[in-house]
């Protein structure tokens, strides 16, 4: 078996930055190494630079069951690392013992989306080495690449804060209390995973039930056919924070509530024809015995940090 031929091997990267990503036209160097542990007959050893993305999803109507799916391929690119004997043709006899081969691979320029693993679907970069032996099946090595869609960060949206309000009336035995509302604001629209957000608040609750202000970070996923006639769509709540119970007949509560974005949150994905990947971070009241009041702001999250605007003069 050649599993038992082939030790150790390994995909070794010397380009990569700090957060192990790469970049639209970014170049790859590194080293592939492993041990052989007898002679071993090789025709060539190729590399293959892929990306592309892929989603799948199925409904149900009674006993019918019915699968939608499409595929998008970026690009594929083939390189060879160890060629055939230039002299005979033929495979090259390698001897027992560790062999390593640099390499040097460039990722083409695009408008290529950032790696994604969703709950219908994903978009993959991945590096393959493929060891080819006569008369043999080639046995192949992938590694997943972390691609990142450099976002244009110069966009005055991006360092803009975001304001928002809203309010009700809550009645209770056929008799309507005072207004609760809500005025919330972010001092930007742009952030990166890890990063806190501040959310700074402003209360009042003229009613006679308590309120309890609650912010969370929601992701939503949509999965597209390749005509989009089809789609789906799906939220996830990434983080929430709770804060402290405002009683009834208070007003002019200000407050700043903290909300941490998950570092292993994946970038936001518009550029994508068949994935979209937003974000939302939710202010609401949660307002005993009846429906809560909220505040929608949609951010962007970008791999690198984004400045708020400076306060006007």
Request: proline share 5%; with cysteine; aromatic share 8%.
């Amino acid at each position: 078996m050649f599993n038992n031929t082939v030790k150790n091997f390994k995909i070794n990267f010397s380009a990569l930055d700090q957060r192990n990503t790469i970049s639209s036209g970014d170049v790859i160097t590194g080293n592939i190494s492993f041990d052989l542990t007898k002679e071993t007959k090789i025709n060539c050893i190729t590399m293959t630079l892929t990306g592309m993305a892929h989603v799948h999803w199925s409904t149900r109507n009674g006993k019918t069951r019915r699968n939608y799916s499409a595929k998008l391929n970026f690009f594929e690119l083939k390189s060879v690392i160890v060629q055939e004997n230039s002299v005979t043709g033929g495979a090259v006899t390698f001897k027992p013992g560790s062999h390593v081969y640099q390499f040097t691979c460039h990722f083409p320029q695009g408008n290529f989306p950032s790696s994604f693993h969703g709950i219908n679907g994903k978009i993959t970069y991945n590096l393959t080495v493929g060891i080819h032996r006569p008369w043999r099946l080639s046995k192949d090595f992938v590694t997943e690449l972390n691609f990142v869609h450099r976002i244009n960060t110069n966009q005055p949206e991006l360092h803009a804060p975001l304001l928002g309000s809203n309010s009700m009336t809550v009645c209770f035995l056929c008799c309507a209390s005072g207004p609760i509302t809500m005025t919330a604001s972010t001092e930007k629209q742009g952030f990166m995973p890890g990063e806190t957000v501040n959310i700074t608040c402003k209360f009042s609750n003229a009613s006679s039930r308590t309120v309890t202000p609650k912010v969370s970070l929601q992701q939503k996923q949509v999965f597209y056919t390749l005509n989009k006639k089809s789609k789906r769509m799906r939220i996830k709540k990434l983080m929430s924070v709770t804060g402290q119970v405002i009683s009834e007949h208070t007003s002019d509560v200000h407050t700043v509530i903290m909300l941490a974005i998950p570092s292993s949150a994946s970038v936001t994905i518009s550029n994508c024809s068949i994935i979209d990947v937003e974000y939302f971070i939710e202010v609401s009241l949660s307002v005993r015995g009846s429906t809560d009041l909220t505040v929608l702001f949609p951010i962007i999250l970008c791999d690198t940090p984004i400045d708020a605007q400076p306060p006007p003069y």
